[in-house]
Antibody
Framework: QVQLVESGGGVVQPGRSLRLSCAAS????????MHWVRQAPGKGLEWVAT????????YYADSVEGRFTISRDNSKNTLYLQMNSLGGEDTAVYYC????????????????WGQGTTVTVSS | QSALTQPASVSGSPGQSITISCTGT?????????VSWYQHHPGKAPKLMIY???NRPSGVSNRFSGSKSGNTASLTISGLQAEDEADYYC??????????FGTGSKVTVL
C-alpha cells in the first residue's frame, strides 16, 4: 500500500547537523512533489520545505532557509532533509508528505503522510 | 510569511454543524484556489480532508465541506460525531514562500 516512513530523528546538540530520510513505497515516487512539515511541542503544523518531482525546484520556509536542504533520490524512492546549525526552535516531529497531484506543481495539498520522526535539539 | 488565522477552539454537540474559519490575505487564501484542510489526531499522521477549497479526496465523508469568500476559507463539519474530535489545520499556497498553514483549531464534541 501507499506508505511513507521517516527515519533519522534523535537527540542532537545545538549547532550540530542531522539528516532525515523518508522511504516511499506503493506509488511512483518520481511522479510526485514531496514536502517536509514539522510540529513543535504544543504548536501547530509548520511547512518546512518542498521539492518538485524531478528534484529541480526546491522551496523553503524562511525559518530554515540557508540551514536546511531538501533532496531526493528517485532511484531509491527516498526523500531527504539535511538540517544544519540546529537550534532549540527546530525541536519538533518532522513529517514527510506527498503532494496530491501526479506530476503536479507541489501546491495541490498533501494526501499521504508518514508517522513522523522526532528531532530534539538539546545540550 | 505569517500563519493563517484560525479560531483556537470550536465545539458542538453530536449531530450539530460547526464551521472553522481560516483567514489569510490577498497573497494566499484570497488569490488562489489551493486551500486545503487537514484533520490531525495527536500522535497520528495528519489526514487531508479538503483540497482546492472544496474538493474531498476519495474516502472522506461528505459531512466535511469547504468554501471560500475573499480572504477567508471555511471548513464545515455537519452531523458532528465523536470521532471528529481532533485538531484541524488549513493551508494555502502563497506567492511569497509556497505554503503556509493555519494556526490550528481544536474541535471538541460536547
Amino acid at each position: 500500500q501507499v506508505q511513507l516512513v521517516e527515519s533519522g530523528g534523535g537527540v542532537v546538540q545545538p549547532g550540530r547537523s542531522l539528516r532525515l530520510s523518508c522511504a516511499a513505497s506503493g506509488f511512483t515516487f518520481s511522479a510526485y512533489a514531496m514536502h517536509w512539515v514539522r510540529q513543535a511541542p504544543g504548536k501547530g503544523l509548520e511547512w518546512v520545505a518542498t521539492i518538485s518531482y524531478e528534484g529541480g525546484n526546491k522551496y523553503y520556509a524562511d525559518s530554515v532557509e540557508g540551514r536546511f536542504t531538501i533532496s531526493r533520490d528517485n532511484s531509491k524512492n527516498t526523500l531527504y532533509l539535511q538540517m544544519n546549525s540546529l537550534g532549540g526552535e527546530d525541536t519538533a516531529v518532522y513529517y514527510c508528505a506527498r503532494d496530491r497531484s501526479y506530476y503536479g506543481s507541489g501546491r495541490n495539498g498533501m494526501d499521504v503522510w508518514g508517522q513522523g520522526t522526532t528531532v530534539t535539539v538539546s545540550s | 510569511q505569517s500563519a493563517l488565522t484560525q479560531p483556537a477552539s470550536v465545539s458542538g454537540s453530536p449531530g450539530q454543524s460547526i464551521t472553522i474559519s481560516c483567514t489569510g490575505t490577498s497573497s494566499d487564501v484570497g488569490d488562489y484556489k489551493y486551500v486545503s484542510w487537514y484533520q490531525h489526531h495527536p500522535g497520528k499522521a495528519p489526514k487531508l480532508m479538503i483540497y482546492e477549497v472544496s474538493n474531498r479526496p476519495s474516502g472522506v465523508s461528505n459531512r466535511f465541506s469547504g468554501s471560500k469568500s475573499g480572504n477567508t476559507a471555511s471548513l464545515t463539519i455537519s452531523g458532528l460525531q465523536a470521532e471528529d474530535e481532533a485538531d484541524y489545520y488549513c493551508s494555502s499556497y502563497t506567492s511569497s514562500s509556497l505554503y503556509v498553514f493555519g494556526t490550528g483549531s481544536k474541535v471538541t464534541v460536547l
